[in-house]
């Protein structure tokens, strides 16, 4: 696949106790601390600032106590945070999710997240760490080894490699009513459980694993977010299936969905009844962008970004 050089990192399965350690492997990556300030940046310390101020530098990864909240779920939901050590001291973590989805993924193995500290990229460590990505999934019998890549990270994968899966294309959509035949379901065991082995046709922006970690109650946001979430279980088209709506400011719904066997055109004008049902103005939905070439003429909706998945088949 590729070669590394051997050197003095070592890799192992973090503890709640490195949350710390977590923490600011991932705040070497901000430049600059500040708080806004009447539309103005205003430069502050890092200890001045409240834990939601440093959420906002990014997420939960930027404080040791949201941190701790998020390894410790990680842990008990049976997730792998892994850290590299150089001489005692995490210089890098990476999380790994594993599910059983539908093809071409099967049982994957997802990189949710890989960060090395900025004084020590360039000297292979994240490699190493893909590597025992590579080694997990092997040992665990995945059939692929998946990652969401942006710009920035696109090479760096393909080097250690990953080959290109899919082109992602984040939409804003208006919900409305669609002919699809939608019927409520009682809810399961948990979201996990029906979950496992479907398609995720809307919002796979990581893996199926991640998002339903994602959804979870538990998941360390900041208090300021006051993100509702709504699950609904339903048949579409007599296919059993499930949404999860995030909303983070009122009237807008992220929306993420499941199916066992609806395809994703139906499962997004479904998505769309539902979240006109609910009263939401604005959805925002991640499609592959084949899925979004079915439905673009049939639904009111803006392009906003694009992301691309990567694989390696094992």
Same mark, same amino acid.
């Given at each position: 696949m590729f070669s590394i050089a051997?050197?003095?990192?070592?890799?192992?399965?973090?503890?709640?106790?490195?949350a710390a350690a977590i923490s600011r492997i991932h705040q070497s990556?901000?430049?600059?601390?500040?708080?806004?300030?009447?539309?103005?940046?205003?430069?502050?310390?890092?200890?001045a600032l409240?834990?939601?101020?440093?959420?906002?530098?990014?997420?939960?990864?930027?404080?040791?106590?949201?941190c701790a909240i998020h390894l410790n779920n990680l842990l008990l939901s049976h997730h792998m945070p892994y850290v590299a050590e150089t001489d005692g001291k995490p210089v890098a973590e990476m999380e790994l999710f594993v599910s059983r989805e539908g093809p071409p993924y099967g049982r994957a193995c997802h990189?949710?997240?890989?960060?090395?500290?900025? #004084?020590?990229? =360039?000297?292979?460590?994240? $490699?190493?760490?893909?590597?025992? +990505?590579?080694?997990?999934? &092997?040992?665990?019998?995945?059939d692929s080894l998946t990652v969401?890549?942006?710009?920035?990270?696109?090479?760096?994968?393909?080097?250690?490699?990953?080959?290109f899966r899919d082109a992602l294309v984040e939409i804003e959509a208006l919900p409305g009513d669609f002919i699809v035949d939608v019927a409520p379901l009682p809810p399961p065991l948990s979201l996990q459980s029906f979950t496992w082995g479907m398609n995720m046709h809307i919002g796979r922006l990581q893996s199926s694993a991640y998002h339903v970690f994602?959804?979870?109650?538990?998941?360390?946001?900041?208090?300021?977010m006051n993100v509702q979430r709504h699950i609904q279980y339903l048949t579409v088209n007599g296919h059993p299936s499930v949404f999860v709506c995030q909303c983070p400011v009122p009237g807008n719904?992220?929306?993420?969905?499941?199916?066992?066997? #609806?395809?994703? =055109?139906?499962?997004?004008? $479904?998505?769309?009844?539902?979240? +006109?049902?609910?009263?939401? &103005?604005?959805?925002?939905?991640?499609?592959?962008?084949?899925?979004?070439e079915h439905v673009e003429g049939l639904i009111e909706?803006?392009?906003i970004g694009t992301r691309r998945t990567l694989m390696i088949k094992l």
């Amino acid at each position: 696949m590729f070669s590394i050089a051997t050197g003095p990192a070592t890799i192992r399965l973090a503890r709640l106790d490195d949350a710390a350690a977590i923490s600011r492997i991932h705040q070497s990556h901000v430049p600059r601390w500040y708080r806004k300030t009447g539309g103005e940046h205003c430069e502050v310390g890092y200890e001045a600032l409240t834990l939601d101020e440093r959420y906002g530098f990014g997420g939960q990864w930027m404080s040791t106590e949201t941190c701790a909240i998020h390894l410790n779920n990680l842990l008990l939901s049976h997730h792998m945070p892994y850290v590299a050590e150089t001489d005692g001291k995490p210089v890098a973590e990476m999380e790994l999710f594993v599910s059983r989805e539908g093809p071409p993924y099967g049982r994957a193995c997802h990189i949710g997240l890989l960060y090395v500290d900025k #004084a020590f990229t =360039g000297h292979g460590i994240g $490699a190493m760490m893909v590597e025992k +990505a590579l080694q997990y999934a &092997r040992e665990n019998r995945c059939d692929s080894l998946t990652v969401s890549a942006t710009r920035a990270t696109e090479e760096f994968y393909r080097r250690c490699g990953f080959a290109f899966r899919d082109a992602l294309v984040e939409i804003e959509a208006l919900p409305g009513d669609f002919i699809v035949d939608v019927a409520p379901l009682p809810p399961p065991l948990s979201l996990q459980s029906f979950t496992w082995g479907m398609n995720m046709h809307i919002g796979r922006l990581q893996s199926s694993a991640y998002h339903v970690f994602e959804a979870a109650s538990e998941y360390a946001l900041a208090s300021c977010m006051n993100v509702q979430r709504h699950i609904q279980y339903l048949t579409v088209n007599g296919h059993p299936s499930v949404f999860v709506c995030q909303c983070p400011v009122p009237g807008n719904a992220v929306v993420r969905g499941w199916s066992a066997g #609806a395809d994703a =055109g139906d499962l997004v004008f $479904a998505a769309l009844g539902k979240a +006109a049902a609910m009263g939401v &103005r604005t959805t925002n939905m991640l499609l592959c962008r084949k899925d979004y070439e079915h439905v673009e003429g049939l639904i009111e909706s803006r392009l906003i970004g694009t992301r691309r998945t990567l694989m390696i088949k094992l």
